[in-house]
């Protein structure tokens, strides 16, 4: 029944659906448990997501020490890297620029997404300070701007802190920021993202993500590129072919990776040239249910929180 309902909603139609619903939820949400402590709200949302719970005087799980981490492992340079501005720079200092996709521009005002002001070439919108907020921008001509002010508007004033109390977010600025917008040539779609889980600054697994926008497909791969049959995203695989420049897809995961005891760096091959996308260090806010459940001990034996 669970994979049946995860194929529905990786359709267009369930997609939406879900989006709308998410919507709403999230925000009733916040306003359940905002007067909540991190640790009163974290212990509620683990028991809703994996109907367990939590250890967080002993975690051993995976996605119970990501909790332990949102609420032992406070450093600024969190908020930094959590900051999709700010990260940029991050980036720079580790391995120069050559891996970051072009900046058109960054504003703190909304009216600036504009017809003027953005280039004629596809973009991708984002705000800095939360998640999963980006509108893609194909053709400028043809796009309400109304609807897109509403939303980054709308975007502006929300604190993504209080949803899963991921603390990195609580303090990023809110802003605006637009970079050029790659595109898979071969199927005219969303890039493909290699998310590469590390751990203590070694890479360990990679998570792709491919067909964004029709039947989502979710493989998990080993560093030698041999698959694992595990997923929480989606149940459909792809069968990724391993990418010509692995080994400088791990070389940079290993260096972005050094400063955190755990950190997904998600990446994006074009033409065989890699570009960064983010770092992410609590995926879905670290209440990932997965498939199979032994996957959460395992990643969890990767983690050592005895030195933080």
């Not at 980036?91 to 504003?107: A, C, D, R, S, W």
């Not at 990195?168 to 998310?195: A, S, T």
């Not at 050094?258 to 806010?285: A, C, H, M, S």
């Amino acid at each position: 029944m669970k994979e049946l309902i995860n194929i529905f909603y990786k359709t267009i139609i369930g997609n939406y659906i879900l989006c709308i619903v998410k919507k709403y939820w999230n925000k009733y949400q916040i306003f359940r448990y905002k007067r909540l402590n991190d640790e009163e709200l974290i212990q509620i949302r683990y028991k809703e997501f994996l109907s367990k719970k939590i250890d967080l005087k002993n975690p051993k799980l995976f996605t119970e020490k990501i909790q332990w981490l949102k609420l032992n492992d406070r450093r600024d340079i969190y908020t930094k890297c959590a900051d999709k501005f700010h990260v940029r720079s991050y980036v720079e200092e580790k391995l120069g620029t050559n891996y970051l996709i072009p900046l058109v521009f960054m504003t703190e005002k909304y009216r600036n997404i504009n017809q003027i002001n953005l280039p004629d070439y596809p973009v991708i919108i984002k705000t800095t300070h939360d998640s999963g907020s980006n509108l893609i921008i194909n053709d400028k001509k043809n796009i309400d701007f109304k609807k897109v002010h509403k939303f980054l508007a709308r975007r502006l004033k929300y604190n993504h802190y209080y949803l899963y109390r991921e603390w990195e977010y609580k303090n990023i600025k809110p802003r605006i920021i637009v970079e050029k917008l790659f595109k898979d040539e071969m199927e005219n779609q969303q890039l493909n993202d290699y998310k590469v889980h590390c751990f203590h600054g070694k890479p360990q697994f990679i998570q792709t993500i491919f067909d964004r926008g029709s039947v989502t497909k979710e493989d998990w791969y080993d560093t030698s590129w041999n698959p694992i049959d595990v997923y929480y995203f989606s149940p459909i695989k792809k069968n990724v072919q391993k990418p010509k420049v692995i080994n400088e897809l791990l070389r940079i995961s290993e260096i972005l990776s050094q400063d955190f005891p755990y950190v997904r760096v998600d990446l994006y091959i074009v033409e065989n040239k890699i570009y960064f996308g983010e770092l992410t260090f609590r995926p879905y806010g670290g209440f990932m249910s997965f498939v199979p459940e032994s996957f959460d001990i395992q990643l969890g034996n990767y983690l050592n929180l005895n030195n933080i």
